[in-house]
C-alpha cells in the first residue's frame, strides 16, 4: 500500500531524512514517533506527493513517484485523507460546506449526491446535528471531529494524521483517538505521526520510531520471493 524505498529527503544541505525504507500494508494501523524535528511531516508530505524524494522511492497504491498529472493528482486524493493538527476548516464556510467540498474536488459523486455523502460522514463522527454550524461555534473537540469528517468523506484506502491530538485536551483527545480507532476497524488503513508514544498505544498501532531523519525497529518487509522472505520462511 505504502512502500518507502532508500528514501532520503534533504531541504537545501539540511538532511530530514536519511535514506529511509519501511512499508504499510492496506488496513494495517502504524504510528511514527518521534521528537519534532525528527522527519514525520516530511514523510506524510512525500506520500501526499506535496514534496519530491531528493533520492529513493516513495510508492502509495499504484503511484511510483515523480511528479503526478493532474488526473492522478486527484486519485491520490480520493486514496488518502488527512487531519492535521490546526484542523485546517475554512472558517467562512459552514461545517457541511466543509466536508461538501472535499468530496466536490474529489470530483467522482455528482452534485446531487455530494451532500448526502457529506452528511453520512458528519454522521459518522456524530456531528450530524452541527452541520450548520460555523467553525468558530464548535469546541476545539468537535472542529477536529469535522475534520475527520472531510478526511474520510471519499472513503479513502489511507487516513494520515498528524499530530492529531496534539491542539486538544485530554477529554477531548481520547474522543478523537477512538474516531479514529473506529475509523481504521471500518476498513481504512491508519498512518499517525506524533511525538507522544502514548497515543501509539491508545491506538494500538505499529510502532516506527523516528530521530534526526532515521528510522529505527523498522525493517521493510521482504517481498514475498525475495531470499529474506525465504530464509525467514515467509510464504512465497
Ligand atoms: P517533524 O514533523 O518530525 O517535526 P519535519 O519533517 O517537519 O519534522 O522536519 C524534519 C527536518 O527538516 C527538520 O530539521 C526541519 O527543520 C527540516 N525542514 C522541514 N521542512 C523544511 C523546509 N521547507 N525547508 C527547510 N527545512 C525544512
Redesign the pocket.
Known sequence: MIRFEQVTKR??E?V?LDAVSWGMEEGEKVALV?P???????ILKLITHERQPTSGTVTVGTFHGGSLTRRSRALLRRTLGIVYEDFRLLNDRTVLENVALAVRIAGNDPEEQVLARARWALDEVGLEMRQGSFPSELSTGERQRAAIARAIVNRPAVVLADEPTGALEKKNGDEVLALLRRVHAEGAALLV?TTRIEVAEALGARVLHLEAGRLSGSELPAAPGSSRAAAAGAPV
Open positions: 531541504y537545501r539540511r530530514a518521534g519534532s524535528g525528527a522527519g514525520k511531516t516530511t505521526a
